[in-house]
């Protein structure tokens, strides 16, 4: 591995995410090709449906200025039809001589024959140039294609004591202004952001998008309402919106409460109840099913409890305000946890920002 190949792959991979929030289900890919130690192109891919980053990045160099150039790519190339044309195809056509590959196609099914068939081309391919970046960058596409279920961020905002609102169920607002805006960040790249009906029958929030100067992709709301308690005139459902709302009821569904929600375009799903509330599996393996890829959970203490426990989140998003209730209040989780400190969910790869005078702790759950 070279250096060289190290910062142009690192180019490709600033690319790739460019595309964050508009190409799924399909992962973010991003190409740089380099002649004569030049860069002649650049593309990464901007939509599902859309041209990948390999064609892009072939037409930006002029098409056909490319013999015995190095392409530098952070997925493996495709080798199969879709809704686009292999891209193995566009590659020796162009007779570029080398590509430089951050991590093989995750997929089973597919992995392998990409490089594969650049090589029986007579091209020269290198696997693993940050394969690491690569992988993070594409954690959401990675899971589910290898197990049909959606990523999960469990996201919330606490005070130093671990409150996420008063015993009177005021939350507004614990974080300031830079930490929220991130958070809208983080909506702009899940497919589907999830809350509890608590959260609704309370705040009534919109949950969408709201990023100034930038058209951010709005996820589509998931609510978890075991009986279908969710106020016909709440904004989710009473405002006509692209991204739609589903609602996750437990089984037996009230049928005119039914009917009253979808007469106003939301979704029901009819799910098994563990514990009284919907069972998270059950939830995620349906969501996985309707390629939703990732859900942003902004849950209330309940919910965010219930997936824990579950072992369906992958990573938390744990923002601290320099704040002490110093009292009572409602805190991040609510419910039944383990007696022993031994028996607690491990987090691990933790990484710390700042945020003004917020900090937000990451990290990815221990499964």
């Known amino acids: 591995m070279e250096n060289s190949d ?41 939509a599902a449906g859309g041209a990948h980053a390999e064609v892009n990045a072939i037409e ?47 997929n089973p099914l597919v992995a392998g024959g990409g490089c594969e068939a650049l090589r029986q081309a007579g091209i020269e391919v290198v696997m693993g140039v940050c394969e690491a970046e690569a992988r993070k960058l594409n954690a959401f596409f990675i899971k589910h294609v290898q197990t049909g279920l959606p990523y999960v961020i469990l996201k919330c ?18 974080t300031g202004t830079a930490a929220r805006r991130h958070v809208h960040w983080l909506r702009h790249g899940v497919d589907g952001i999830l809350v509890g009906v608590d959260t609704i029958r309370t705040d009534d929030p919109r949950l969408t998008t709201r990023i100034d100067g930038f058209d951010g992709k709005d996820p589509v709301r998931i609510v978890l309402d075991t009986r279908l308690r969710i106020p016909p005139e709440a904004l ?3 405002e006509d919106h692209a991204v739609g709302t589903i609602i996750a009821a437990g089984r037996p569904v009230d049928p005119l409460r039914k009917k009253t929600l979808l007469d106003r375009g939301a979704r029901i799903l009819e799910l098994p109840v563990n514990d009284g509330m919907v ?33 369906v989140v992958d990573r938390i998003c744990f923002f601290y305000a320099p704040r002490i209730l110093a009292g009572d209040g409602i805190s991040i989780c609510r419910g039944p946890g383990p007696e022993k400190m031994a028996s607690a969910i491990q987090v691990e790869n933790i990484e710390i920002k700042r945020f003004e005078d917020d900090i937000l702790v990451e990290g990815d759950i221990v499964h």
């Open 157 to 174: 905002a606490a005070t130093l004591d671990g409150k996420i609102a008063t015993e009177a169920g005021d939350s507004k607002w614990i």
């Open 279 to 311: 069972d998270p599996r059950h939830l995620m393996e349906t969501l996985g099913q309707m390629n939703i890829t990732s859900v942003l959970v902004e849950g209330g203490s309940r919910v965010s409890a219930s997936l824990l426990r579950a072992g």
């Open 6 to 46: 190290i910062f142009y792959m690192k180019m490709a991979l600033d690319l790739a995410a460019e595309g964050r929030g508009f190409t799924s289900p399909n992962p973010m890919v991003g190409a740089v090709i380099v002649q004569d130690s030049k860069i002649i192109g650049r593309g990464y891919h901007r």
């Open 236 to 238: 989710i459902v009473r």
């Open 60 to 106: 930006d160099a002029g098409g056909n200025n490319t013999a015995g150039a190095t392409m530098y790519v952070t997925l493996e190339p495709c080798n199969h039809h879709g809704r686009t044309p292999p891209c193995t195809e566009a590659v020796i056509k162009t007779k570029i001589a080398r590509v430089v590959v951050a991590m093989a196609d995750p």
